[in-house]
């Protein structure tokens, strides 16, 4: 089914299409890229019928390397797991694409803000599709580096050009540990064929590896329980987990409807796919699935609260994502991959809804009436987001109390673990719903507290040609679907496992049980009932104007200046890393280049000089010329006394004469001797040039 | 036509020569320019159907000539040419046209002599990249010196005479070290200046550690490895956009050429006994020019460190003595000379429009170039080695390489991967993202046809041997296994019975 490759080339032609066509394509950027997304859309929805009727398919590309034992075949393969995302990424996307067709019209960049979203998706979709690590690397990066131009959208502005760079320079931190992954596994492994890895993985479980052999010691470790640590620092930065978190909130300088791409579709989705896809080997290494599960509840906990205290609604959706994630990513910790498609899913659908309803009431809101509430109530956007908000909270509950996980945590061996994560799910909850609702009535009251640009497309002027947002049709058919698809993924719980499992070539799950077998009462009751009090909560601090009550004491509000200022990483970053790093650079150069290194060649040359300088006073001068005068006093003297004899006069005259050209000589080579080390150069060369050309005449 | 197939090389030889010859008869400015613009290209086409008619199967020398040049001392002009020193010969075909374009409107005083020189120096590089003859390799060796001071002292920027000195002093240090290594493998090697021939003969110990450094240090110095690399930012920067060019696209991979030539093959246990050290003084050099790159202002200094952070990437890849390292260090050349080109390229285009290499003096560059903007960037990832561009897949495999060694290294060098990606997006981000922080830069004009002419081809090879690299390594495949083999075989004992210091 060769026809499938088409699905990432289709997005990524029409990319290129626009991009080369540039301003002449006016603004119908969209008219190329909405068909293309389209028609990916389309062919995912028949491969997924493929996958389901006849399993996995496999395309071979072309061979991209080969040197020596390193082969690399660049083949795609599209499983399970990969249909899903397609799905998922082409669905999402085409959304986004027709939304934003509206959104920026107006916008000076219109067709290359299209060609990049083009190029973004058919990157991730290259990156789902991909059965190759290098090749899956190479995706990664493309999004990385379109996730940058993204964020950098409206060049002017500088805040928007540093999250640019920030965002990047994080994710290329976190990416050193996805290359070094690789190159392990390939070390390990010698390939780079992800199937062939995951067959292999089990059998190479107590593979050692030598690694100071080539010193003559011998410290031998097992790579394959190391890989997935390194691996899942890559996706850490990708996936935005907490050392690495810091670039995704800046990113919302990007235009809101590629935020909903993504925090939806593509980019953060790709940490916990990483992770999905080579489950199998994620499993042989009990430490490095402890380690994801501990870093993604820290993440999920420390993003909720950050969001609680937040007051820009992009941020707190972008923290609001963070913690997402961090679901995902604890759920693999777990080993609970099917429960972390499903969310992986279920939160994309929902995102995307929520992100682009957002981007609508922030239009319809921002630029004509920055203060007035009155008129926005009954707006249709304001249902839309409540809804959003309620399913959005109600995800992780659904997720955590559901089956798989009470096998997991058996699986993992801690008995506290349980607790522990259901502690951290609860609150979490709690908390997710608290800002939710929080978050969506202060902007129908206060308006929104982003930092909307002030320039370009969003002055007022624009803003009369840019129409009122009426893509009700689309979203309302997102929400359906993500309903549906909630409902079915719900009813067909033990479907949907027995649909992936092959995919995940997990082995020892029990017969997974269907969401509605589980005790109802608890699974849905509990997180339904937190998820309520989070929005009284959020509602009562929000009627209730605040006040310094006498029981909030200093601890408390530390705390939250605490969280309001995201526990300072961007604060410690900026002072212990970047800043020290570039004085550092400075004080190297300063130090190493300029005053060592080129200081020595200096000295040495200067030195030298100086040496030329003594051997010409001393030799010359002092020595050879005295030695001359001497003799030519000597002989004038010697004159003298046969001018007494002979001839004096004449004598006289001569002797004088050679004298005097021999003062003459002596003015002329110290005329010569002090020029330039240039001159020297010319003549050495000269010489080297005439010595070549005598010794080719002699031989 | 036989006498043309047969002297293959010497014809690719010969065509900047008669460029030269040409342009001693022509008065008119835009006529020296299109005559030596031609003779590039005719160059370009000839050395295309060289790789044409390469085969790349074969590990052995292709197209040798050999005729006796001073037979007394056994000296003979002889070349030819395998996987490993073709695609040298290709980068300096493909960079000596652009090196002619970009100075096509800046280069306005003395036009004949300078694309004579251009023509000269293009010559005398495809010389060393395919001579046979150790005394041919280090004349041509010293004759690329001289045009390139030329250059830098007749056509640079205001410190140009300062750069100039610093650049022959080092060269000429290097050269001397050279041709006492040359000669010392002259009496050693029975009295014969012939390539192949000493590559077949094994030298004693001793012989080797001592060759091995003149000739090292010399190779070093034009790389050039850490501590010898202050003369190139200092040429770098005072050179015009055409000696920039051709100084880092093609200058410096003699130096990288010379290590695979010589050093390798003819001394194999001392180069295996002094890899590591070279090892890790090229990891250093990887972060250190990465660290150097972040402390410049000057455009053209960034880019320079950042080539002597990339060549570190080379001597890395060459010392770990395996298929992937070596192959990767010599597609790390190529690339090298590609990306930085196209920046030295770029670089020169903005300073012939506002002639400051001050990148504090720029901003905002995106509202009035968009065009350049696009390429900038496009070459600026390149250069930290994006994934997708060219440069990643001669580090990937440096990396590959290098893990056989040692994964310390490996985590050091992507450290300098970090770093480049640091300098190289900042530099970016203060060029072209921002407002256009004065009224002329809102007016500058965008790149013209011809400049983006120059530029362009550039781009789609970037592109192109980022994603489909499979040509180039072919090409070089069958050299690059032969001298791994060549390696193996000598080395292999030598180095298990040794203990080496980290």
């Not at chain 1, 030598?210 to 790579?223: A, C, E, S, T």
């Not at chain 1, 719903?433 to 902007?443: D, E, P």
């Not at chain 2, 020169?348 to 990148?359: E, V």
């Given at each position: 089914m060769s026809i499938f490759i088409l699905i990432p080339l289709l997005p990524l032609f029409a990319s290129l299409a626009i991009g080369l066509g540039g301003r002449r394509c006016h603004e119908y950027g969209h008219r190329i890229g909405i068909p293309a997304i389209s028609l990916s859309f389309g062919l995912s929805i028949w491969a997924f019928i493929e996958v389901l009727n006849n399993g996995p398919v496999s395309l071979d590309l072309y061979r991209l390397i080969e040197s020596g034992s390193l082969v690399i075949d660049l083949n795609m393969y599209i499983d399970q797991l990969t249909v899903l995302l397609l799905l998922l990424v082409t669905g999402v996307s085409s959304v986004v694409h027709?939304?934003?067709?509206?959104?920026?019209?107006?916008?000076?960049?219109?067709?290359?803000?299209?060609?990049?979203?083009?190029?973004?998706?058919?990157?991730?979709?290259?990156?789902?599709?991909?059965?190759?690590?290098?090749?899956?690397?190479?995706?990664?990066?493309?999004?990385?580096?379109?996730?940058?131009?993204?964020?950098?959208?409206?060049?002017?502005?500088?805040?928007?050009?540093?999250?640019?760079?920030?965002?990047?320079?994080?994710?290329?931190?976190?990416?050193?540990?996805?290359?070094?992954?690789?190159?392990?596994?390939?070390?390990?492994?010698?390939?780079?064929?992800?199937?062939?890895?995951l067959s292999q993985?089990?059998?190479?479980?107590?593979?050692?590896?030598?690694?100071?052999?080539?010193?003559?010691?011998?410290?031998?470790?097992?790579?394959?329980?190391?890989?997935?640590?390194?691996?899942?620092?890559?996706?850490?930065?990708?996936?935005a987990q907490m050392p690495f978190h810091v670039w995704l909130p800046f990113a919302m300088e990007a235009p809101t409807p590629v935020s909903a791409l993504i925090h939806a579709a593509t980019m953060v989705n790709a940490g916990p796919f990483l992770l999905i896809r080579l489950s199998p080997l994620l499993v042989l290494s009990p430490y490095a699935m402890t380690f994801i599960a501990v870093i993604g509840g820290l993440t999920a906990l420390f993003a909720a609260i950050v969001s609680l205290t937040q007051t820009d609604i992009k941020k707190i959706l972008a923290y609001s994502t963070i913690s997402q994630i961090g679901f995902m990513i604890m759920t693999c910790g777990l080993g609970a991959f099917v429960v972390a498609i499903f969310h992986l899913l279920a939160h994309g659908c929902y995102k995307a809804f929520f992100f682009l309803s957002t981007g609508n009431i922030l239009q319809a809101v921002e630029p004509s009436h920055p203060h007035k509430h009155v008129a926005h109530q009954k707006s249709p956007g304001m249902l839309t987001l409540y809804v959003g908000a309620l399913l959005l909270a109600c995800i992780p509950p659904i997720i955590l109390f559901s089956g798989p996980y009470e096998h997991m945590w058996s699986v993992t061996g801690f008995a506290s673990a349980k607790l522990g994560f259901?502690?951290?799910?609860?609150?979490?909850?709690?908390?997710?719903?608290?800002?939710?609702?929080?978050?969506?009535?202060?902007?129908?009251?206060?308006?929104p507290k982003t930092h909307w640009p002030n320039t370009g497309i969003h002055t007022l002027d624009n803003h009369t040609i840019q129409p009122q947002f009426i893509n009700g049709p689309i979203l309302s058919g997102l929400i359906l679907t993500t309903i549906v698809l909630g409902g079915m993924l719900g009813l067909f719980w033990s479907w949907f496992t027995n649909f992936l499992t092959p995919a995940l070539s997990l082995t020892g799950l029990p017969s997974q049980e269907g969401l509605l077998m589980m005790n109802f009462s608890t699974w849905i009751l509990v997180p339904l009932a937190v998820a309520c009090m989070g929005w009284a909560y959020a509602y009562k601090m929000h009627t209730q104007p605040r006040q310094p009550s006498p029981g909030v004491n200093r601890w408390t509000t530390s705390l939250y200046v605490l969280f309001w200022n995201k526990l300072y990483f961007d604060e410690i970053y900026d002072a212990y890393i970047v800043a020290p790093s570039l004085r550092f650079a400075h004080w190297l150069w300063q130090t190493i280049d300029v005053r060592g290194i080129d200081r020595a060649i200096h000295g040495i040359a200067s030195s030298s000089l100086l040496l030329a300088h003594w051997l010409w006073r001393i030799v010359d001068i002092k020595g050879i010329d005295r030695i001359v005068i001497g003799i030519g006093q000597r002989s004038i003297g010697l004159g003298r006394w046969l001018s007494q004899m002979v001839d004096i006069r004449w004598l006289e005259q001569n002797i004088n004469q050679v004298g005097k050209q021999a003062d003459a000589a002596g003015q002329a080579l110290q005329d010569v001797e002090p020029h330039t080390i240039q001159h020297q150069l010319l003549v050495m060369i000269l010489w080297l040039v005439l010595a070549t050309v005598i010794l080719y005449i002699l031989v | 036509?036989?006498?043309?197939?047969?002297?293959?090389?010497?014809?690719?030889?010969?065509?900047?020569?008669?460029?030269?010859?040409?342009?001693?008869?022509?008065?008119?400015?835009?006529?020296?320019?299109?005559?030596?613009?031609?003779?590039?290209?005719?160059?370009?086409?000839?050395?295309?159907?060289?790789?044409?008619?390469?085969?790349?199967?074969?590990?052995?020398?292709?197209?040798?000539?050999?005729?006796?040049?001073?037979?007394?001392?056994?000296?003979?002009?002889?070349?030819?040419?395998?996987?490993?020193?073709?695609?040298?010969?290709?980068?300096?075909?493909?960079?000596?046209?652009?090196?002619?374009?970009?100075?096509?409107?800046?280069?306005?005083?003395?036009?004949?002599?300078?694309?004579?020189?251009?023509?000269?120096?293009?010559?005398?590089?495809?010389?060393?990249?395919?001579?046979?003859?150790?005394?041919?390799?280090?004349?041509?060796?010293?004759?690329?010196?001289?045009?390139?001071?030329?250059?830098?002292?007749?056509?640079?920027?205001?410190?140009?005479?300062?750069?100039?000195?610093?650049?022959?002093?080092?060269?000429?240090?290097?050269?001397?070290?050279?041709?006492?290594?040359?000669l010392g493998l002259y009496l050693q090697g029975g009295h014969t200046y012939d390539l192949l021939a000493l590559t077949e003969h094994t030298f004693s110990a001793t012989t080797q550690f001592w060759l091995f450094i003149s000739f090292f240090l010399a190779f070093a110095i034009k790389m050039p490895m850490v501590p010898f690399h202050t003369w190139l930012?200092?040429?770098?920067?005072?050179?015009?956009?055409?000696?920039?060019?051709?100084?880092?696209?093609?200058?410096?991979?003699?130096?990288?050429?010379?290590?695979?030539?010589?050093?390798?093959?003819?001394?194999?246990?001392?180069?295996?006994?002094?890899?590591?050290?070279?090892?890790?003084?090229?990891?250093?050099?990887?972060?250190?020019?990465?660290?150097?790159?972040?402390?410049?202002?000057?455009?053209?200094?960034?880019?320079?460190?950042?080539?002597?952070?990339?060549?570190?990437?080379?001597?890395?890849?060459?010392?770990?003595?395996?298929?992937?390292?070596?192959?990767?260090?010599?597609?790390?050349?190529f690339n090298h000379g590609l990306t930085t080109g196209a920046l030295f390229i770029s670089i020169?285009?903005?300073?012939?429009?506002?002639?400051?290499?001050?990148?504090?003096?720029?901003?905002?560059?995106?509202?009035?170039?968009?065009?350049?903007?696009?390429?900038?960037?496009?070459?600026?990832?390149?250069?930290f080695g994006l994934p997708g561009t060219c440069n990643f897949i001669g580090e990937f495999l440096v990396l590959v390489g290098t893990s056989y060694t040692s994964f310390a290294m490996v985590l050091l060098s992507m450290g300098g991967i970090v770093l480049a990606a640091a300098y190289m997006l900042w530099m970016v981000q203060k060029v072209a993202m921002g407002e256009p922080n004065t009224k002329a830069a809102a007016t500058l004009p965008d790149l013209s046809n011809r400049e983006l002419a120059t530029v362009i081809p550039l781009a789609i090879l970037v592109l192109w041997i980022g994603l489909y690299p499979g040509p180039l390594m072919e090409m070089m495949d069958a050299s690059v296994t032969n001298l791994v083999n060549h390696m193996d075989s000598i080395t292999l004992a030598q180095v298990a019975r040794n203990v080496y210091v980290p």
């Open positions: 027709v939304y934003s067709s509206r959104y920026m019209i107006g916008d000076p960049h219109f067709n290359r803000f299209f060609a990049v979203i083009a190029l973004f998706t058919a990157s991730m979709l290259m990156l789902v599709m991909s059965n190759n690590l290098l090749m899956l690397l190479i995706c990664w990066e493309v999004m990385g580096i379109c996730s940058y131009l993204l964020i950098s959208h409206s060049r002017q502005r500088p805040s928007a050009c540093r999250a640019a760079t920030k965002a990047f320079l994080v994710n290329a931190v976190a990416d050193v540990g996805l290359s070094f992954g690789i190159i392990l596994t390939f070390f390990t492994f010698g390939t780079l064929d992800i199937q062939v890895i993985a089990e059998g190479m479980q107590n593979h050692t590896v030598n690694v100071l052999g080539w010193i003559g010691l011998d410290l031998p470790i097992y790579p394959v329980p190391l890989i997935p640590f390194f691996l899942f620092i890559g996706a850490m930065g990708k996936s259901w502690i951290i799910g609860l609150i979490t909850v709690f908390v997710t719903s608290a800002y939710l609702f929080r978050s969506i009535m202060s902007l129908f009251i206060h308006g | 036509m036989t006498l043309l197939t047969d002297h293959m090389i010497s014809l690719v030889v010969a065509v900047p020569i008669l460029g030269i010859i040409m342009l001693a008869f022509v008065r008119d400015q835009e006529w020296t320019r299109r005559i030596a613009f031609g003779s590039t290209m005719v160059e370009l086409g000839l050395v295309i159907i060289l790789c044409l008619r390469f085969d790349f199967t074969q590990q052995d020398m292709q197209f040798v000539e050999r005729m006796a040049w001073m037979p007394t001392f056994n000296i003979q002009y002889a070349v030819g040419i395998d996987g490993i020193s073709i695609l040298m010969v290709l980068l300096t075909a493909l960079l000596c046209p652009l090196a002619i374009l970009c100075s096509w409107n800046s280069i306005t005083t003395r036009v004949r002599a300078f694309m004579s020189l251009i023509l000269l120096v293009e010559s005398a590089m495809i010389v060393v990249f395919t001579a046979l003859d150790l005394f041919l390799f280090f004349m041509l060796w010293e004759l690329t010196m001289i045009p390139m001071y030329f250059m830098i002292i007749l056509w640079g920027g205001p410190n140009r005479s300062a750069a100039g000195i610093k650049f022959v002093l080092y060269s000429l240090t290097g050269s001397l070290l050279l041709l006492v290594g040359i930012p200092d040429a770098h920067s005072e050179a015009p956009t055409a000696g920039s060019v051709i100084l880092a696209g093609v200058l410096l991979k003699m130096g990288g050429y010379g290590f695979l030539r010589f050093c390798l093959p003819m001394f194999p246990e001392a180069s295996a006994m002094f890899a590591p050290y070279i090892l890790w003084l090229s990891v250093f050099a990887i972060v250190y020019g990465g660290y150097m790159a972040l402390a410049q202002t000057d455009l053209k200094k960034l880019v320079a460190y950042s080539s002597v952070s990339h060549m570190g990437f080379v001597t890395l890849g060459i010392f770990v003595f395996n298929s992937q390292g070596i192959q990767g260090a010599i597609l790390q050349m020169g285009q903005l300073y012939d429009r506002t002639h400051s290499r001050n990148i504090a003096d720029y901003g905002g560059l995106h509202k009035p170039m968009p065009k350049f903007v696009a390429l900038f960037f496009l070459f600026s990832v390149a250069a």
